[in-house]
C-alpha cells in the first residue's frame, strides 16, 4: 500500500523523501519493524517513541512518522511529521486496514462498572441467534471463536484495527468492545465507525489518570460526542451521569431504567443463587444471572439487541439463555455449606453492589469479604473501598491484590484509613493473598459465603516486578479438598 494513502488524514505537517513508498506493514512498536514497514513513533506516556527511530530505521523501515519536533533523518527513509502521533497511528491504522469498523457493526460501552459483563454476554448472545462476532474485552479478544489475549480494556490503534480486519475477513458481522476512559483520551478509536455506544454508570475509578472526576467523565462523554448521527446512544437514565454523557452527541438516544420510565425497563421480581426473575418491557424472563447491577447488564444487553433489529421475543430467549462472564458473581460450592463467590470488583460502587447482591440474595449466611487494592493506581479509592467492606460485610480479610511497586502492607494501611475501630474489630489482614484465601476458608462458620473480589478473571498476580502465576479457583478447589479431610 502507498505510504501516501496511508497517511492523508493523519495531520500531516511535513513528508521528507518519496509519499508513495510502498508500506508492507505498520506498526507502533519498534520490536516489530520489517523491511518494508511504516514505524509510528507515538509520543506516550513516559516513554517517547521517537527515542526508537533509529531502531526501526536499522531494522529495514521504509518509513517513520513522529510528532514535531524531531532530528531530521536519513534520505533513504520517507520522514512524515505530524501534529499528533497519538491520532496519526489511530488513522494510519484504519486506513492501512482498510477501514474495517465500517464493515461490520461495531458496538462500544463505556462506564465504570460493567463493561466486561455487557460485550461478553452481547458477544455469546448474538452468537447464540446464529451471527459471526468478534469481541474487544479486558479479559480476551475474540474474532469468532478464536481467541487472542489482551493487555489493556481498550489496545493500542494497530492491534484493534488489525483485529477488526481480521473480523472482517472472517464474516462477523458485528464487533462488541470495551471503551475505556484512557483509550477515548489517549485517540486509541480514532477512526473507528461505531453503530451504538453503551454508557452503564460512572463512579469513582482512575482519578490516578485523569486527575479529576470532572476529567475522567469529559473523556468518557467524548465518546458520545463524536458518535454519528447514524448512530445509537445508549444510556443508564438511573444514572445521574447518563444525561450528561450525551448533551453533545447527534446519534439517537435510546434510555434504559430499572427504576422509572424510559424506552425499554426492567424490574427484578425474585432472586435467589440460581438467578433472578426480570420483568423487561412488561414481559418475565428468568436469567442465570443475579444481583440488581446485573438487571442493569441484562437490560443494557437487551436494549442493545433491540436497537440492532432483534425482534423481543427472540432477544428474550436469547438473554434467558446467558451465563457470566469468568470472574463476575463466579461461584463455587464446596464442604460446610461454604459458597465462594468471585469477582472483579476493584472500585466501591462495583465491591458495594457485589456485596449487597450477596446480603440480599442469602441474608442469613455470614458474608466475608476478601480483598486488596492494586498497586501504582488511584490511592483515594482505599478507604472507600474499607469503608464499603465494613458497613456491610460480617467479617474482612485484607490482603494483597497486584501491589506492584507499592509495598503491600502500606495499601492495606491505606484500606484501614477508611475503617472505624468496630470494623477493625472484624478484620483480619494477611498480605500473601494464597494464605488469606486458605485462612478465610478454614475459619469460615458452616454456611458461610466468602466474596474474593478484585482479581475476578486474572489468573496472576503481580507483586513488584514479578508476575507469577495464580489463580483463586486453583487455591478454594485445594482448601476445598483440605475441609472435606478435616
Same mark, same amino acid.
Request: a negative charge; one cysteine or more; glycine letters at 8%.
Given at each position: 500500500?502507498?505510504?501516501?494513502?496511508?497517511?492523508?488524514?493523519?495531520?500531516?505537517?511535513?513528508?521528507?523523501?518519496?509519499?508513495?513508498?510502498?508500506?508492507? +506493514?505498520?506498526?507502533?512498536? +519498534?520490536?516489530?519493524?520489517?523491511?518494508? +514497514?511504516?514505524?509510528?513513533?507515538?509520543?506516550?506516556?513516559?516513554?517517547?517513541?521517537?527515542?526508537?527511530?533509529?531502531?526501526?530505521?536499522?531494522?529495514?523501515?521504509?518509513?517513520?512518522?513522529?510528532?514535531?519536533?524531531?532530528?531530521?533523518?536519513?534520505?533513504?527513509?520517507?520522514?512524515?511529521?505530524?501534529?499528533?502521533?497519538?491520532?496519526?497511528?489511530?488513522?494510519?491504522?484504519?486506513?492501512?486496514?482498510?477501514?474495517?469498523?465500517?464493515?461490520?457493526?461495531?458496538?462500544?460501552?463505556?462506564?465504570?462498572?460493567?463493561?466486561?459483563?455487557?460485550?461478553?454476554?452481547?458477544?455469546?448472545?448474538?452468537?447464540?441467534?446464529?451471527?459471526?462476532?468478534?469481541?474487544?474485552?479486558?479479559?480476551?479478544?475474540?474474532?469468532?471463536?478464536?481467541?487472542?489475549?489482551?493487555?489493556?480494556?481498550?489496545?493500542?490503534?494497530?492491534?484493534?484495527?488489525?483485529?477488526?480486519?481480521?473480523?472482517?475477513?472472517?464474516?462477523?458481522?458485528?464487533?462488541?468492545?470495551?471503551?475505556?476512559?484512557?483509550?477515548?483520551?489517549?485517540?486509541?478509536?480514532?477512526?473507528?465507525?461505531?453503530?451504538?455506544?453503551?454508557?452503564?454508570?460512572?463512579?469513582?475509578?482512575?482519578? /490516578?489518570?485523569?486527575?479529576?472526576?470532572?476529567?475522567?467523565?469529559?473523556?468518557?462523554?467524548?465518546?458520545?460526542?463524536?458518535?454519528?448521527?447514524?448512530?445509537?446512544?445508549?444510556?443508564?437514565?438511573?444514572?445521574?451521569?447518563?444525561?450528561?454523557?450525551?448533551?453533545?452527541?447527534?446519534?439517537?438516544?435510546?434510555?434504559?431504567?430499572?427504576?422509572?420510565?424510559? /424506552?425499554?425497563?426492567?424490574?427484578?421480581?425474585?432472586?435467589?443463587?440460581?438467578?433472578?426473575?426480570?420483568?423487561?418491557?412488561?414481559?418475565?424472563?428468568?436469567?442465570?444471572?443475579?444481583?440488581?447491577?446485573?438487571?442493569?447488564?441484562?437490560?443494557?444487553?437487551?436494549?442493545?439487541?433491540?436497537?440492532?433489529?432483534?425482534?423481543? /421475543?427472540?432477544?428474550?430467549?436469547?438473554?434467558?439463555?446467558?451465563?457470566?462472564?469468568?470472574?463476575?458473581?463466579?461461584?463455587?460450592?464446596?464442604?460446610?455449606?461454604?459458597?465462594?463467590?468471585?469477582?472483579?470488583?476493584?472500585?466501591?460502587?462495583?465491591?458495594?453492589?457485589?456485596?449487597?447482591?450477596?446480603?440480599?440474595?442469602?441474608?442469613?449466611?455470614?458474608?466475608?469479604?476478601?480483598?486488596?487494592?492494586?498497586?501504582?493506581?488511584?490511592?483515594?479509592?482505599?478507604?472507600?473501598?474499607?469503608?464499603?467492606?465494613?458497613?456491610?460485610?460480617?467479617?474482612?480479610?485484607?490482603?494483597?491484590?497486584?501491589?506492584?511497586?507499592?509495598?503491600?502492607?502500606?495499601?492495606?494501611?491505606?484500606?484501614?484509613?477508611?475503617?472505624?475501630?468496630a470494623a477493625m474489630a472484624k478484620t483480619v489482614c494477611i498480605a500473601d493473598r494464597r494464605e488469606a484465601i486458605r485462612t478465610a476458608l478454614l475459619l469460615a462458620p458452616k454456611g458461610a459465603t466468602l466474596l474474593l473480589a478484585g482479581k475476578g478473571h486474572e489468573t496472576y498476580q503481580i507483586l513488584g516486578k514479578v508476575k507469577s502465576h495464580f489463580d483463586e479457583r486453583e487455591i478454594v478447589l485445594e482448601t476445598f479438598k483440605t475441609l472435606e479431610s478435616c
Amino acid at each position: 500500500m502507498r505510504l501516501s494513502d496511508i497517511i492523508k488524514d493523519c495531520g500531516v505537517l511535513s513528508v521528507q523523501g518519496n509519499p508513495d513508498v510502498e508500506i508492507t +506493514s505498520l506498526t507502533n512498536d +519498534s520490536r516489530r519493524v520489517q523491511p518494508g +514497514s511504516l514505524f509510528i513513533a507515538v509520543n506516550g506516556c513516559g516513554n517517547d517513541g521517537r527515542a526508537y527511530i533509529a531502531n526501526a530505521i536499522e531494522a529495514g523501515a521504509a518509513a517513520v512518522m513522529y510528532e514535531a519536533p524531531a532530528t531530521p533523518l536519513s534520505e533513504d527513509v520517507t520522514a512524515v511529521t505530524v501534529s499528533d502521533s497519538r491520532l496519526a497511528v489511530a488513522m494510519a491504522a484504519d486506513a492501512y486496514y482498510g477501514h474495517p469498523s465500517g464493515k461490520l457493526r461495531l458496538v462500544g460501552i463505556t462506564g465504570t462498572n460493567g463493561k466486561t459483563t455487557t460485550v461478553t454476554l452481547l458477544y455469546h448472545l448474538f452468537r447464540g441467534l446464529g451471527y459471526e462476532c468478534g469481541l474487544l474485552s479486558t479479559i480476551a479478544n475474540y474474532i469468532g471463536t478464536r481467541r487472542s489475549e489482551t493487555a489493556n480494556t481498550t489496545s493500542d490503534p494497530v492491534t484493534i484495527n488489525s483485529l477488526l480486519a481480521g473480523m472482517v475477513e472472517a464474516g462477523c458481522e458485528y464487533c462488541f468492545m470495551e471503551v475505556s476512559s484512557i483509550g477515548v483520551e489517549q485517540q486509541r478509536i480514532a477512526g473507528l465507525e461505531f453503530c451504538a455506544g453503551i454508557f452503564s454508570n460512572l463512579t469513582h475509578d482512575h482519578l /490516578d489518570y485523569h486527575g479529576t472526576f470532572a476529567e475522567y467523565l469529559r473523556c468518557k462523554k467524548l465518546f458520545f460526542d463524536r458518535l454519528p448521527a447514524s448512530a445509537s446512544a445508549i444510556i443508564n437514565l438511573d444514572d445521574k451521569h447518563g444525561e450528561v454523557m450525551v448533551q453533545n452527541t447527534r446519534a439517537k438516544v435510546v434510555g434504559y431504567s430499572c427504576r422509572g420510565a424510559a /424506552d425499554h425497563t426492567a424490574r427484578i421480581l425474585e432472586e435467589s443463587f440460581e438467578g433472578m426473575l426480570l420483568r423487561i418491557d412488561g414481559r418475565e424472563v428468568w436469567t442465570r444471572l443475579i444481583g440488581a447491577h446485573n438487571a442493569y447488564n441484562l437490560l443494557a444487553i437487551y436494549t442493545t439487541a433491540r436497537v440492532l433489529g432483534v425482534p423481543a /421475543d427472540e432477544a428474550l430467549v436469547a438473554l434467558s439463555r446467558l451465563e457470566s462472564a469468568k470472574g463476575r458473581l463466579e461461584t463455587l460450592r464446596g464442604p460446610k455449606d461454604l459458597s465462594v463467590v468471585i469477582d472483579y470488583a476493584h472500585t466501591p460502587d462495583a465491591l458495594e453492589n457485589v456485596l449487597k447482591t450477596l446480603r440480599d440474595v442469602a441474608p442469613e449466611r455470614q458474608l466475608i469479604c476478601l480483598f486488596g487494592c492494586g498497586g501504582d493506581r488511584d490511592k483515594t479509592k482505599r478507604p472507600e473501598m474499607g469503608a464499603v467492606a465494613a458497613r456491610l460485610a460480617d467479617r474482612i480479610f485484607l490482603t494483597s491484590d497486584n501491589s506492584r511497586s507499592e509495598r503491600t502492607e502500606d495499601i492495606l494501611e491505606d484500606i484501614k484509613a477508611g475503617m472505624d475501630a468496630a470494623a477493625m474489630a472484624k478484620t483480619v489482614c494477611i498480605a500473601d493473598r494464597r494464605e488469606a484465601i486458605r485462612t478465610a476458608l478454614l475459619l469460615a462458620p458452616k454456611g458461610a459465603t466468602l466474596l474474593l473480589a478484585g482479581k475476578g478473571h486474572e489468573t496472576y498476580q503481580i507483586l513488584g516486578k514479578v508476575k507469577s502465576h495464580f489463580d483463586e479457583r486453583e487455591i478454594v478447589l485445594e482448601t476445598f479438598k483440605t475441609l472435606e479431610s478435616c
